[in-house]
């Protein structure tokens, strides 16, 4: 396990390494000189050349790239070239926002899929199944962003529960932040709760093939009480694994979210520093969020390694 | 033929021929502004209503559709063209530096949050439908490869191919006359999958602003449009929606339907 967590462990790090060049090059293909930007079209040369030494963009290409990477190691993003205050601040900012919004999302989308999942599977070829399944097809050709603005339709403007946008911020209780981020949560969770639906449905059926169940059916279980008992527990290893893969996909997926419901999250802030070229704001909230992606797969499959030790020996 | 098959054949075929039919005619001109008529509901002169500068919904929909289909087919011709063979290749030569090194490559793509990085792609190269193309394209790649390699591996270890390898033939030959024949009903059911995801990504660029310009008509584009509207006029958030969950939703019970049509072992399997 140790030999597999260390390769496993080689293989993270490697994977940053080259993920911070590619970035660090795409955006250093970005067009347009952040300095001239920031000074307008009728700044002198030497006012231009003074900011760009200043943002320390006068250094070469490699130089740049080590002090960003050093930088990020202990934690100094930069500084914003736009609002001039540390690039770390103003992502924990937007953090209190994605982060809980990521969550909540999560959180929604298990309470909707595990039940319909297992109602489904126990119901397989009934009636009961193909509406879910049926449900799931829809929940996955259903774009978020658009399922957002139906939500903000009826729930906002038509009946009025909920504001249709804007963040009422965590200091008036954690009720009203929860509220405002309620309607958005549910646009994203929507497709992940189609998806692990189907997963576990599957795990589900995959497991009530097993020697075991049919040995839990022998001993007198009905299928229902063999199917909670015996079934769920071995289905929740790939579905675990899912519900990992998708925390990340829906702190990188609330980006279009955060834009229909003028939330000052992660994503919002990525567009507005493309916009005004801030961009060692773009590349540090990139890098932070293939990080996140990187390492909760270098979690998830640590924690598939545990609980299945035939997989340290395949890889 | 399923009946998820016929039904999802049906759904595309209608977008399909409402695409092709918009080079030829559509009801009004999509980019006539009309302003006395706008925000119109769905009528009889305008069957889908009009937007908010009075142009003709249904026909910006047909036109739209042309869009969103040519940036998804594109970007999965992208990942086909590429990500095929890179598969291939890691599949015969199994277990080598470049089966690793393909495979490593593709770990790395697919650990990039894909929306992130389409975002930043169009960002930088500039918004418009060719960038969006790419974006979505290079995030196909890595499907395929593994697709293929993952289909292609059983494949070596059956007679047929140390037949071909006895009779002298190239690992590069038997790829291309072997193994990529026995593989294809698979690849077509990812590339059905990809597409109906590739047409969710343009819309969801064209609705941030990143995909194709207008006057060019998009979905995506559409919607953002709507949305200061959705009060006055929700016909103009319902309808492009529609459109594309419709054409997913098609897409989708097409590649399901195919993949056990294709594979009659899955089709016992599941039921």
């Known amino acids: ?315 | 033929m399923s009946r998820n098959l016929l039904l999802g054949a049906i759904l595309s075929s209608l977008v399909i021929l409402a695409a092709l039919l918009s080079f030829l005619w559509t009801p009004f001109d999509h980019t006539a502004m009309n302003i006395p008529e706008k925000l119109q509901r769905p009528g009889v002169v305008h069957w889908l209503g009009t937007d908010h500068f009075g142009r003709d919904i249904f026909s910006m929909i047909m036109v739209g559709a042309r869009t969103s289909l040519a940036v998804a087919l594109v970007a999965v011709g992208i990942g086909m063209a590429i990500g095929i063979p890179l598969g291939l290749t890691a599949a015969a030569r199994k277990g080598s530096w470049l089966d690793e090194l393909i495979m490593r490559g593709n770990d790395l793509v697919f650990a990039f949050p894909s929306l992130v990085i389409a975002i930043l792609i169009t960002a930088i190269l500039g918004p418009g439908a060719i960038n969006a193309i790419i974006a979505i394209g290079i995030f196909n790649i890595p499907v395929f490869a593994r697709v293929t390699r993952g289909a292609a591996l059983p494949l070596w270890q059956r007679e047929f191919i140390l037949a071909a390898q006895v009779a002298g033939k190239g690992s590069a030959r038997i790829s291309a006359e072997h193994i990529l024949p026995n593989v294809a009903n698979l690849l077509i059911v990812q590339g059905t999958i990809q597409f109906s995801l590739g047409i969710l990504a343009e819309a969801g660029l064209s609705y941030v602003g990143l995909g194709a310009q207008p006057p060019t008509p998009s979905w995506g584009r559409m919607l953002a449009d709507a949305q200061t509207m959705v009060s006055l006029a929700p016909h103009m958030a319902i309808i492009p929606g529609s459109a594309i969950v419709l054409t997913v939703l098609g897409l989708n019970l097409m590649g399901d339907g195919l993949r056990d049509w294709l594979d009659p072992k899955l089709r016992e399997a599941r039921t």
Not at chain 1, 87 to 92: D, F, L, P, R, T
Not at chain 1, 210 to 229: V, Y
Not at chain 1, 231 to 241: E, F, H, K, Q
Not at chain 1, 294 to 303: E, G, K, P, Q
Request: proline share 4%; hydrophobic share 55%.
């Open chain 1, 1 to 315: 396990m140790i030999r597999y967590s260390l390769k496993r462990f080689l293989s993270l790090c490697l994977s940053l390494a080259v993920a911070s060049v590619v970035i660090f090059a795409i955006i250093e293909i970005a067009p347009g000189d952040p300095a001239e930007f920031m000074l307008g079209i009728n700044a002198q040369p030497d006012t231009v050349a003074a900011l760009r030494s200043e943002l320390g963009l006068d250094q070469s290409k490699l130089q740049r790239y080590l002090t960003w990477v050093g930088g990020m190691l202990t934690g100094d993003f930069g500084t914003s070239y736009t609002y001039r205050t540390p690039v770390s601040e103003m992502i924990a900012d937007r953090l209190w926002v994605s982060l809980p919004l990521a969550l909540y999302a999560l959180a929604l989308s298990t309470l909707i899929a595990f039940p319909a999942g297992i109602y489904a599977a126990a119901r397989r070829g009934k009636p009961g199944d193909m509406a879910v399944m049926g449900a799931t097809q829809l929940g996955v050709a259903i774009p978020n962003f658009w399922f957002a603005m139906l939500l903000v339709l009826v729930f906002a403007i038509n009946l009025r529960w909920f504001s249709a946008g804007g963040f009422a911020g965590w200091d008036d209780g954690l009720g009203e932040g929860l509220k405002s981020l309620t309607l958005p949560a549910i646009a994203l969770a929507l497709p992940q709760a189609a998806i692990l639906a189907r997963v576990m449905r599957s795990a589900l059926l995959d497991i009530l093939g097993e020697d075991f169940m049919r040995t839990a059916r022998a001993k007198g279980l009905s299928r229902r009480q063999a199917l909670w008992r015996h079934g769920l527990r071995n289905a929740l290893i790939p579905v675990l694994t899912i519900i990992g893969l998708q925390f990340s996909f829906l702190l990188a997926g609330a980006i279009i979210i955060e834009q229909v419901f003028y939330l000052p999250g992660l994503g919002r802030l990525v567009f507005q520093a493309i916009s005004s070229r801030d961009l060692i704001v773009v590349e540090s909230v990139v890098m932070l969020l293939v990080f996140a992606v990187i390492t909760v797969n270098f979690l998830v499959d640590l924690a598939y390694a545990l609980v299945d030790p035939r997989l340290r020996s395949r890889t």
